[in-house]
């Protein structure tokens, strides 16, 4: 089991707050932090961390929201523009 931090960024994309989640693969807690965002109406976006590195980021899809998608998602289709994305082994 992996421990990540998942921040919750207001609108500034300041951290508001953050929780540990416990899963077996990125996937895993990608889910659990979308699940995470949803039922916190003050955050507009988080950010999943393992140690120093930035593995996700979403914000919050609806009117003014940029979507939702991770850098796993964009390093995939040859996007990635400078992001810092970790390998997991």
Known sequence: MRIYRCYFLN??????????IE?????????R?????????EAQGNEIWEGPDRLSG???DGPGGLGSRSLIEAEL???NRGWN?????
Do not use: C, N, P
């Open 85 to 89: 994305l970790a390998v997991l082994t």
């Open 33 to 41: 932090a979308l699940a995470l965002l949803r039922q916190t109406a």
């Open 58 to 60: 979403k914000e919050k």
């Open 11 to 20: 609108e500034r994309g300041g951290i508001d707050g953050y929780e540990h």
């Open 77 to 79: 289709s040859g996007e």
């Open 23 to 31: 899963a077996h693969a990125l996937d895993e807690a990608v889910d």
